[in-house]
């Protein structure tokens, strides 16, 4: 009995140190793992998250290599493009640097009726979706910022501390990195806080001429089976999201021409592009987008 007990007493002993052993292992393992993350660096983070998105890059209602994610907490509204683009990323990072680049990027969305380079700053005219004086636009000044040129990686920063009726520390960030000799995976992400002011006057919008406007994510499905696409905020974020993605892409298709036919290129491909998704970009006929952005770039360009 004395034996057996002892036996009993060793074993219950010997499991728990067995237990105790596995735990500080997988701890330690656990540890090691979140150390590698940690130290992973922005090349190997979008590889990652390039083989995550596989299957959705594939399949998608973009019918294109494109998955775009939003979020909203707290009053922080930022919509996010991963895209794999058909240009070999020694191609992307030329393009893609510089402050009248990305004038030259940011003029083709609606709103935008100017961009001036200034010191390190880009100062942006931005107003309603039809010909308007630069004058009578908000005024938003981004800090522009090259964060990092090397032969796998580029990123891209714009931010600004405020913006239009009481929204703030906007950011617009563009990450690119090759995937093989002639495609590259790209990361675009665009983001803004609203203040009280902001969402009262975003709440009006939706209450309104907004009402009807929707995004790109799926939320559910309606009587007749088609898709339920997100409203309100997060509706308004995707959309703007998407507008930028594709004057970026538009952008870097231009590339192939004379710089003399570059723009008239730009502003078509990336009408067009919008109209693919008609339900949500849609505002004007081409005719009046192109006579509108003709006017406002010869107006910049002047300046």
């Known amino acids: 009995m004395l034996q057996r007990s002892a036996g009993t007493a060793l074993g219950s002993a010997g499991r728990k140190v067995m237990r105790h052993i596995v735990v500080r292992w997988a ?3 656990l540890a090691a793992l ?3 993350a940690a130290t992973a660096g922005p090349v190997e983070t979008l590889h990652t998250k390039h083989a995550s998105l596989g299957p959705q890059l594939a399949s998608n209602a973009f019918h294109q290599p494109l998955v775009l994610e939003s979020t909203e907490a707290s009053g922080d509204l930022q919509g996010d493009v991963y895209a794999v683009v058909e240009h070999p990323f020694n ?3 030329r393009a893609l640097q ?3 680049v990305w004038c030259d990027i940011l003029i083709l969305h609606l709103n935008v009726k100017q ?3 200034s010191g390190s700053n880009l100062d942006l005219s931005v107003g309603k979706k039809f010909d308007q004086p630069a004058a009578d636009a908000y005024q938003v000044s981004f800090l522009y910022q090259l964060a990092a040129a090397t032969p796998d990686y580029l ?3 714009l931010s600004a501390k405020e913006g239009p009726m009481g929204t703030s ?8 990195t090759p995937l093989d000799s002639r495609r590259s995976f790209i990361h675009m992400s665009y ?3 609203s203040g009280f002011a902001a969402r009262m006057a975003m709440q009006a919008y939706l209450a309104t001429v907004g009402r009807s406007k929707v995004g790109f994510s799926v939320v559910g499905k309606r009587s007749d089976g088609s898709p339920e696409y997100v409203g309100n905020v997060r509706g308004v974020i995707e959309r703007n999201t998407m507008r930028y993605y594709l004057a970026i892409d538009a952008y870097l298709d231009s590339m192939a021409l004379p710089p003399a036919q570059q723009q008239e290129k730009r502003l078509r491909d990336w009408y067009g592009a919008t109209e693919r998704y008609r339900q949500q970009l849609h505002e004007m006929e081409e005719a009046d987008y192109m006579a509108m952005k003709r006017k406002e770039i010869a107006r910049q360009q002047a300046s």
Request: aromatic share 6%; with cysteine; charged share 15%.
């Open 27 to 29: 701890a330690a393992c």
């Open 34 to 36: 979140c150390a590698v």
């Open 91 to 93: 191609a992307v990072e």
């Open 98 to 100: 510089g402050m009248n």
């Open 115 to 117: 961009c001036k380079s």
């Open 155 to 157: 990123r891209v920063q």
């Open 169 to 176: 520390n906007y950011r617009i960030l563009l990450e690119a």
């Open 191 to 193: 983001a803004y806080a």
